[in-house]
């Protein structure tokens, strides 16, 4: 990160034509920044990102638009969810206009669906997840990560909206695909986890607590990777001990 942040000044000149150069540059480094936790840190670089994209017009070229969903994904962790959906709606647009269907789009969609779960938004969720899943399927493959994570969180909106049912139905077809990962890693909590809500949303409390701590166990046990699906937990616990 730090040796990146360094080149910067150099690379803006050097770059200043090579549009696709410098954005993969600014793209590389805030990807480095989101997976270390870095996030009050981002903003100076989003500020010189976003210049560079407006003044090459890459609004919607792949790197433009990867920038904008990390800046979301960003904003999605400072809990500033309306201001997530706002970017993501116009990223999933541009997208689907140069690209049409492509795992870029389903990542787009996925990261629409937690901002507006993020605001309690979760009829609209399940609308997007739908589209998400068997992109990211057949564009991703079905067993990889965003794909798996795409399902447990289609199956938590569903559960948020009052159909368990559908939600255990999703859970069924990418349980095995997630049982057949080893070692236990991210897709194992979100899993534990997403059957935690369902729980909660039945009145199986004692399940939900249970699934919740083999969450938070897989979520810790995965280091850096896990830690990101670490701050929902808390207040899942808090409306377990709310519920008689």
């Known amino acids: 990160i730090a040796l990146l942040r360094s080149i910067l000044p150099d690379a803006n000149r050097v770059w200043a034509e ?27 670089v989003f500020v010189e990102a976003n210049a560079a994209i407006a003044r090459t017009g890459q609004q919607s070229s792949m790197q ?23 970017i993501l709606t116009d990223v999933v647009a541009r997208r689907r206009a140069v690209f049409g269907s492509s795992g870029g789009l389903a990542v787009d969609l996925l990261q629409l669906a937690r901002a507006k779960m993020g605001m309690g938004k979760f009829g609209e969720a399940v609308v997007v997840l739908r589209e998400a899943m068997p992109m990211s399927a057949e ?21 948020e909206s009052g159909d368990t049912v559908a939600a255990e ?23 534990a986890k997403t059957r935690a809500i369902i729980r909660i949303r039945q009145g199986r409390m004692a399940e939900a607590a249970a699934l919740l701590d083999e969450a ?29």
């Open 64 to 86: 433009g638009l990867a920038i904008r969903q990390l800046q979301a994904v960003r904003l999605v962790k400072l809990d500033r969810f309306a201001e997530a959906e706002t």
């Open 18 to 44: 090579n549009h696709r150069d410098l954005l993969t540059l600014y793209n590389n480094l805030l990807v480095y920044m989101v997976q270390a936790d870095q996030v009050d840190a981002m903003q100076p």
């Open 216 to 244: 938070e166990r897989i979520f810790r046990a995965s280091g850096p990777a896990g830690a990101a699906f670490l701050k929902p937990l808390p207040a899942l616990r808090v409306r377990l001990a709310a519920t008689p």
């Open 139 to 159: 564009r991703l493959g079905p067993a990889t990560l965003p794909t798996l994570i795409t399902g447990t969180t289609l199956a938590e909106a569903l559960a």
């Open 169 to 191: 139905a999703v859970l069924r077809e990418i349980a095995p695909l997630i049982s057949a990962i080893s070692p236990a890693g991210p897709p194992h909590g979100a899993l």
